[in-house]
């Protein structure tokens, strides 16, 4: 990947899924820094130890079911910050990714969904919202754990 970076046939080089101890390995002998991180992250999930190695790494970290997979939108304290915001659960859920500085990958079925988690740059959430997300890590996983995955 380094070669076709340096050809200029490859634009950026990213991993996925990489824990820490991977990014350690990878940075012993790699001569160029991943660009992004693709892990799984979203609210009940919130990954604060690859958000802050990524932050001194200087790698874009981004999230895999930012949604949880559409579980996340069914949270009582999502819902709470969706009325009081008159947005739906998912644009709050997009607009805490956007605030963190994560690059958010929603999958929707709908061209109106499409456009609805698009729409998450008119409103933000302030720091008591952003606290009260905060609150909702749980460590669930939708899918497999990659130190453990076979
Ligand atoms: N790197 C990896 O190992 C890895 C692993 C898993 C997934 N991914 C990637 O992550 C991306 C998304 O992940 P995901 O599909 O697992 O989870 P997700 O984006 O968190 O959730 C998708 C679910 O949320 C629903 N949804 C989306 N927008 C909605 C809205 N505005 N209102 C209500 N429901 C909404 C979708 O329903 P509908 O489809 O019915 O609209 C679907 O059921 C995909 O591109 C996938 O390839 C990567």
Redesign the pocket.
């Known amino acids: 990947m380094e070669t076709l970076y340096r050809e200029g046939k490859a634009r950026a080089i990213g991993v996925?899924?990489f824990q820490p101890a991977h990014l350690d390995r990878l940075l012993q002998t790699a001569e160029v820094v991943p660009a992004v991180n693709?892990i799984?992250l979203?609210p009940w999930l919130q990954q604060e130890e690859l958000r802050t190695l990524h932050r001194d790494l200087g790698i874009t970290t981004e999230a895999?079911?930012?949604?949880?997979?559409?579980q996340v939108?069914q949270d009582p304290v999502v819902l709470d910050l969706a009325a009081a915001h008159g947005r739906?659960?998912?644009q709050v859920i997009l607009r805490w990714h956007v605030q963190l500085g994560n690059v958010a990958?929603?999958?929707?079925?709908?061209h109106d969904?499409i456009g609805?988690?698009l729409d998450v740059f008119g409103f933000s959430l302030d720091d008591a919202a952003m606290q009260a997300l905060a609150g909702l890590e749980r460590g669930f996983r939708?899918?497999s754990h990659p130190d453990s995955v076979n």
């Open positions: 996925s899924n693709q799984e979203h895999w079911s930012p949604l949880g997979r559409g939108l739906t659960a998912a990958i929603p999958k929707a079925s709908s969904r609805e988690n939708t899918g």
